[in-house]
């Protein structure tokens, strides 16, 4: 028996495969990016907070606690004495709530319209395009103002409004990507290879397409928190007893020389969260885009 017969084979080690080694070098690049690391962080607790809400507040957002504008609570009772603390977890909950459905809403309508308008051919595109155009004509806030008083103030409808509204971002960030790639090499041998079209935009041209998706996601829940704080702060959002940081807001204004606390709460608890969404989809967008990777910090 020969040597070479003698030894055992040894087989290569087995190595990551190349999509997990990705992930680990994003995860990477996020961590000691500081600026993104940070907003994410503090975005996470924001999230753990909003969903833990119901079970950590030190009472029920509707009970009254205290006697009007007194010291009672940690931060304070409201008009009618209900625990400031209670009710701005609350609120921030359901803010994030309206704004998070709203964006799914537009994500999912936005990037479907996007993909069949860039790879359906001319007349798919001009029909999805030119309504895209008119929806981009009206004003948002007028259009949001004038649906919900409608429609009527509430949370399903605040939703739907502003879904509808943020649907334009994803179509045409969808649009104008696959109109880049529909005619690459991979694309063109998925089709010679009989891919359905379905299959094609679903598997091929959408994972793609992701990192822009994901980079709007974040920046369009930022523009939806504004969106729905404005429509509460008019009173066409959240109805009371539901509080919203919108209507905390709103109903703070009333008591702003004698208990500013009111109004300054939900305020600063806005300006930080959607502070964080930006600065982390600006982040988002530099580590995912190649032209911009030297330049993060």
């Known amino acids: ?18 999509e997990r080694k990705g992930w680990r070098s994003f995860a990477r690049r996020v961590v000691t990016n500081r600026r993104t690391a940070i ?18 507040t030190p009472h029920d957002y509707r009970d009254i606690v205290d006697k009007p504008l007194t010291s009672g609570g940690a931060l304070g009772v409201d008009d009618y004495g209900r625990d400031v603390l209670s009710r701005l977890l ?13 964006v799914l809403v537009a994500g999912v309508v936005g990037v479907t319209l996007g993909l069949v308008a860039g790879y359906a051919g001319r007349v798919a595109s ?10 981009l004509s009206f004003p948002p806030i007028v259009l949001a103002i004038a649906v919900v008083a409608v429609l ?22 969808v649009y104008s990507q696959v109109l880049t ?26 994972p793609n397409v992701a990192a822009p998706i994901i980079v709007q996601l974040s920046l369009s829940v930022s523009f939806a928190i504004q969106m729905e704080a404005g429509l509460s702060f008019l009173g066409l959002g959240a109805q009371p ?18 208990q500013p606390t009111l109004l300054i709460y939900p305020s600063i ?17 530099d580590l995912l885009d190649p032209r911009r990777r030297g330049r993060t910090s």
């Open 241 to 258: 007893p539901l509080p919203s940081l919108g209507t905390m807001v709103g109903s703070g204004r009333d008591f702003l020389e004698v």
């Open 1 to 18: 028996m020969s040597t070479a017969e003698q030894l055992p084979v040894q087989l290569p080690p087995e190595t990551p495969s190349r």
């Open 90 to 102: 609350i609120g921030l909950r359901t803010s994030l709530s309206v704004a998070l459905s709203a």
């Open 39 to 56: 907003a994410g962080g503090f975005l996470l607790f924001v999230a753990a907070v909003a969903l833990l809400a119901p079970l950590i």
């Open 152 to 173: 009527g103030p509430k949370l399903v409808n605040v939703v739907l409004v502003i879904g509808v509204l943020y649907i334009p971002r994803f179509t045409r960030i």
């Open 181 to 206: 790639i529909r005619n690459l090499e991979y694309v063109e041998a998925a089709q010679v290879m009989g891919a359905r079209p379905t299959s094609l935009l679903l598997r091929t041209i959408l």
């Open 269 to 285: 608890l806005i300006v930080l969260v959607v502070l964080a969404l930006n600065v982390f989809g600006d982040g988002m967008r």
């Open 126 to 135: 001009t029909l999805i395009m030119r309504g895209i155009d008119v929806l």
